[in-house]
């Protein structure tokens, strides 16, 4: 005896998915919810959450004029704290930065090396670094404006 096939999840649209995401996160406000209760009250999968939450980032928080963090504690939110809001934002360039060092010390640095007259990993070379310095320099600044 054979088991029937599972059903194959409803396709849900990015946008579709982000209306609903976002429509539960306005409701909790300003608590956070987690990806599971999200999933459990829209009836979404977790990629289809997932793929609301960059909707969100993408056109939903502006549209509503509402800053949307993220944190482990919180899960996804729209909170009122501005502390809040500069916290994530803070986190959120430390991690580019550190996606930007890995770039340059794992792949960078060593085709240069390499090959140290290629003219595309030059450009790339230059161009990060110089993302780098502007990061950090945000970074610093950031940490000295919030302490005052």
Do not use: C
Request: proline share 7%; aromatic share 6%; no cysteine.
């Amino acid at each position: 005896m054979t088991t029937p096939p599972t059903p194959r999840p409803t396709r849900v649209s990015r946008a579709d998915a982000g209306e609903q995401v976002l429509q539960e996160l306005i409701n909790a406000a300003p608590a956070g919810l987690r990806k599971a209760h999200l999933v459990d009250q829209t009836g979404l999968t977790p990629s289809q959450v997932y793929g609301g939450t960059v909707w969100i980032k993408d056109t939903g928080a502006s549209r509503e004029n509402r800053p949307f963090t993220v944190t482990r504690r919180d899960g996804y939110r729209f909170s009122d704290d501005p502390a809040d809001w500069t916290a994530y934002e803070r986190g959120q360039l430390r991690r580019m930065l550190t996606t930007l060092h890995r770039l340059m010390t794992g792949t960078l640095d060593p085709h240069l090396q390499r090959e140290p007259a290629d003219p595309l990993a030059r450009m790339l070379h230059s161009q990060i670094n110089g993302m780098i310095g502007a990061l950090e320099y945000a970074l610093t600044e950031a940490d000295r404006l919030t302490t005052q």
